[in-house]
Nanobody
Framework: QVQLVESGGGLVQPGGSLRLSCAAS????????VGWYRQAPGKQRELVAT???????SYVESVKGRLTISRDNFRNTVYLQMNSLKPEDTAVYYC?????????WGQGTQVTVSS
């Protein structure tokens, strides 16, 4: 069964860094476009960053220059490096991909930015 598992979240002070991982099982993540989304309490889930098969990336304006999406096909994993974190980055972060028109989501990992 296709599976995505996020990890790496936690509590960090403003200005700190975290690296989130999205590990894929039973399919080769390098063959698909992958997105990182986040959902803050009381807000809709929003797309934060994407990486396509060729390695091209895109970001929502609010995270440009601070978050970096990357992939390691050997480890079958997509990462989200998060630097200069702000309290407004607090959310549950999810990775997503589509295979044959079907959406697959991980369980999410909580990121809390607070002093």
């Amino acid at each position: 069964q296709v599976q995505l598992v996020e990890s790496g979240g936690g509590l960090v002070q403003p200005g700190g860094s975290l690296r989130l991982s999205c590990a894929a099982s039973r399919f080769f993540i390098g063959a698909y476009r992958v997105g990182w989304y986040r959902q803050a309490p009381g807000k809709q889930r929003e797309l934060v960053a994407t990486i396509d098969i060729g390695g091209d990336t895109s970001y929502v304006e609010s995270v440009k220059g601070r978050l970096t999406i990357s992939r390691d096909n050997f480890r079958n994993t997509v990462y989200l490096q998060m630097n200069s974190l702000k309290p407004e980055d607090t959310a549950v972060y999810y990775c997503n991909t589509q295979i044959s028109g079907r959406d697959y989501w991980g369980q999410g990992t909580q990121v809390t930015v607070s002093s």
